[in-house]
């Protein structure tokens, strides 16, 4: 349709529409978009496409599953970002898919050739990828099984098996699959498959770990994990049984013969199973992580403050004298060429001033120092030559350091201190455009939606949603856990010079499985912190005083665990408990 200027008025750019309002949260329009399922991207620079805005690494290929269902493979390095999953039997996407790097110790894991056991392979049928004389066609009776071990480490971690199963209408009887761990204490998940509906059972007497049952358009996948104990078990073996019961049971008793198709067989480390690996070749086989992250130089300024109040300070440029200031103990204040001298033959001694502040209002104040004959700091504190609540630390050259704080009393005082460690006589250091004022608190706000598979292995972390990473003294990211009682719990984490402040959903928020729905969002700033799970906000916390500047960091993208990103928003601002809840609803 084409629209037309009518008696030469001019159309505002909203009638047209605004391609990224739809994004916006309490009234914040996001400065990064990133949603592969509307095909819709903006960041810093002007990008406009998914490879304008992140860069992606990975050694290899990878597979993923296309609009129709069907198996594809990405080459060499390529971010699969037309990835689809099922949920509830309805294929979803375009997604971004990522995973950790993982290797299939099953080889021949289509053809079956080379395998164990009574039961019969013939590569016969079509397989998940939709192509002919790829997927095995297993034939046995009752018990007979084709099986397939490796070697795995004695530790304990956890092990993970799976396959596809094609789906049926009906059966004669119900197939099994085995995974047993063995060498030492043994331990063994078996699981009855009912092929029609889809769903598991685990064995009576071998149900040592997990089982889940995933929908895949013509396959179902089964996968099933145990946890290795450090006994000595060395050896894992997969068996795939053709018939195991006349009925869908958690015993396995007396059937009669069936043929059943698989294809894509998988025993990986860890508790869930990635993308099919394909070891067709006759060796194991590994795929490399996904590293997915926004650069830096794409990322939104969220360190200039904006500022809101009036000028504190009083004569911070010292064009003529140092009216306003106080000297310390053993300190002179004088003025000599524009700027505050603090001279002193002791150590540490400054100038001060008290400024007029309110209880949790955010402040900037910039502050130039000279170094003069020795070193300087300055920093803030509730009372004269206090504890700080900002500090600018040691400065050895002339520099200028800006002190972001939040005031914790209705007076604040500002310290300028020659710190003359070596106890020189006639020592000095200089100051000057020295201002205060109240600002917008300095904040991020990020929301990220999508699909998540994980399994309950008692980790403080099996997803990590995002992570802009500094050092481990200063990141904003958001996890979830497992560890303890917890089936799937959100924290979010917001560290600034080591100071750990977060907040964390219900231990039961999330429940194990695949392609786990999620939408999650969080607000940081330097005055409080705030998230919200599934459009529900949790308890702020207040205690923040100061939000780390994370600008030359690049911004990691699910960099932990199996993830499909729907969506990822980010504002360089300050959505509130309102835009939280409102863009993970």
């Not at 103990?329 to 002791?346: F, K, Q």
Request: hydrophobic share 40%; glycine share 10%; aromatic share 10%.
């Amino acid at each position: 349709m084409k629209l037309a200027l009518l008696n030469s008025v001019v159309v505002p750019r909203w009638v047209f529409g605004n391609p990224f309002a739809v994004y916006a949260a309490n009234g914040f329009e996001p400065d990064i978009v990133n949603v592969p399922i509307d095909g819709k991207y903006k960041g810093t620079g002007g990008s406009t496409t998914l490879a304008d805005l992140t860069n992606h690494t990975r050694s290899g290929t990878a597979t993923y599953l296309d609009n129709n269902g069907v198996l594809q493979t990405a080459a060499d390095g390529v971010l699969r970002s037309a990835a689809y999953r099922y949920e509830s039997g309805v294929l979803v996407g375009p997604s971004v898919l990522t995973e950790p790097a993982a290797t299939n110790s099953v080889v021949n894991n289509r053809s079956l050739s080379g395998w164990g056991g009574a039961a019969t392979a013939t590569q016969d049928a079509v397989g998940v990828d939709g192509v002919a004389n790829k997927a095995a066609t297993v034939s046995g009776s009752f018990a007979s099984s084709r099986g397939k071990a490796y070697t795995i480490a004695d530790d304990g971690n956890w092990q993970c098996a799976s396959l596809f199963i094609k789906k049926e209408t009906s059966v004669t009887a119900y197939p099994g699959f085995s995974f047993v761990l063995s060498g030492g204490t043994s331990v063994r998940q078996d699981v009855t498959i009912d092929p029609i509906s889809g769903a598991v059972l685990g064995r009576t007497g071998f149900a040592d770990g997990v089982a889940y049952i995933q929908d895949w358009g013509d396959f179902w996948r089964v996968v099933v994990a145990v946890q290795n104990n450090s006994t000595g078990n060395t050896t894992a073996q997969v068996s795939i049984f053709p018939a195991v019961a006349s009925t869908f049971s958690d015993t396995w008793g007396t059937s009669g013969p069936q043929s059943i198709v698989v294809d894509f067989v998988q025993g990986e480390n860890g508790a869930v199973a990635t993308s099919p690996i394909d070891t067709s070749g006759g060796s194991t086989a590994t795929r490399a992580a996904d590293v997915w992250t926004i650069p830096a130089a794409n990322m939104m300024d969220y360190q200039t403050p904006t500022y809101i109040g009036s000028e504190l300070v009083t004569n911070g440029t010292f064009d003529t004298d140092t009216t306003g200031w106080v000297a310390s103990a053993s300190a002179v204040l004088t003025a000599p060429s524009g700027r505050l001298r603090v001279t002193s033959d002791a150590s540490y001694q400054y100038g001060y001033q008290a400024l007029t502040t309110e209880v949790g209002k955010v402040y900037s104040l910039p502050i130039t120092g000279y170094a003069g004959t020795g070193n300087w700091n300055a920093w803030v504190s509730a009372t004269v030559g206090g504890a700080a609540i900002a500090d600018t630390g040691t400065q050895t050259t002339d520099t200028t350091v800006t002190l972001t704080f939040v005031a914790t009393s209705t007076t604040t005082y500002v310290m300028l201190r020659n710190r003359n460690v070596g106890v020189v006589a006639g020592a000095y250091a200089e100051f000057d455009n020295v201002s205060a004022r109240e600002i917008e608190p300095l904040a991020v706000s990020i929301a990220h939606k999508g699909a998540m598979t994980y399994a309950d292995t008692g980790a403080s972390a099996d997803i990590r949603h995002y992570d802009w990473y500094q050092n481990g003294s200063n990141y904003i990211r958001a996890q979830l856990s497992t560890i303890t009682t917890r089936t799937g719990q959100t924290s979010f984490l917001q560290v600034e010079g080591g100071t750990l402040d977060s907040v964390s959903g219900g231990q039961t928020d999330y429940s194990p499985g695949i392609n786990v729905p999620f939408s999650i969002a969080s607000w940081h700033a330097s005055n409080g912190m705030n998230g919200a799970i599934e459009g529900t906000a949790l308890t702020e916390k207040s205690t923040p005083t100061s939000i780390a500047d994370l600008s030359a960091a690049d911004f990691e993208i699910a960099p932990l665990g199996v993830v499909y990103t729907d969506r990822l928003l980010i504002w360089g601002t300050k959505i509130g408990d309102t835009g939280i809840e409102e863009t993970s609803a």
